[in-house]
């Protein structure tokens, strides 16, 4: 059994641009808004790591084989009618025996995420490591991508009229943060995409990873 969808946790999809901050007064009145409609590509919660043991069903410490890791997580966007993001990342790797030459290979998924909750593709694949004879460590490289239609995940005309639009001290809405709003919050999530990499972990390997 792969991962259940609960555990693929969104991260934040506002990026900073410059020195502004989404939300913040820029000089005009208006509210900075520094939102990417490139999907951002993160980690969800417990899917990072991954750890085998020798025998398979022991949970003891001195049964662990193999713990891995990703890390160096790096995207990049394409802009056009689709945007087009590719992740490449890098497992790093550890194990408890360095007598022999040895490869592992671990799956991982990709899936691509809206608002934060609903899954609308996945992909899996394989990363190699290669361990020298006397090594106990052992790096690997790999890459994940998606395609997103543009218009999907962009903001439309009138949210962000309302986000950005001109406000000034003693106008009945100054007080009021837009992104408060129910509509823009329904508009955000729903234009919000991202582009999730982690191990294709077992239930129990995931169970493990949340419980230890």
Do not use: H
């Not at 662990?64 to 966007?77: F, G, M, P, Q």
């Not at 694949?125 to 991508?145: H, I, M, N």
């Amino acid at each position: 059994m792969t991962i259940a969808r609960t555990a693929l946790v969104s991260l934040a999809l506002v990026a900073l641009a410059g020195c502004s901050r989404s939300g913040e007064i820029d000089p005009t009145g208006g509210i900075t808004t520094v939102r990417s409609a490139c999907p951002t590509a993160a980690i969800p919660a417990y899917t990072g790591d991954v750890t085998l043991f020798n025998p398979a069903n022991s949970r003891d410490a001195a049964a662990i084989d193999v713990v891995a890791s990703i890390t160096n997580v790096r995207a990049t966007c394409a802009d056009g009618t689709q945007l087009y993001t590719e992740a490449t990342f890098d497992v790093q790797a550890r194990r408890s025996d360095a007598t022999a030459a040895r490869e592992v290979t671990l799956p991982y998924f990709a899936s691509v995420v809206r608002g934060g909750n609903s899954v609308i593709a996945k992909r899996v694949g394989q990363v190699v490591l290669r361990f020298a004879p006397g090594e106990y460590r052992a790096t690997a490289s790999a890459k994940a991508a998606s395609y997103v239609d543009k218009d999907v995940a962009t903001l439309p005309a009138d949210i962000q009229q309302r986000i950005t639009q001109k406000r000034k001290a003693g106008d009945a809405d100054a007080a009021l943060d837009p992104f408060s709003a129910p509509e823009v919050k329904a508009a955000l999530q729903r234009t919000s995409f991202e582009l999730l990499v982690g191990f294709n972990l077992t239930q129990d390997q995931l169970q493990y990873n949340v419980t230890r």
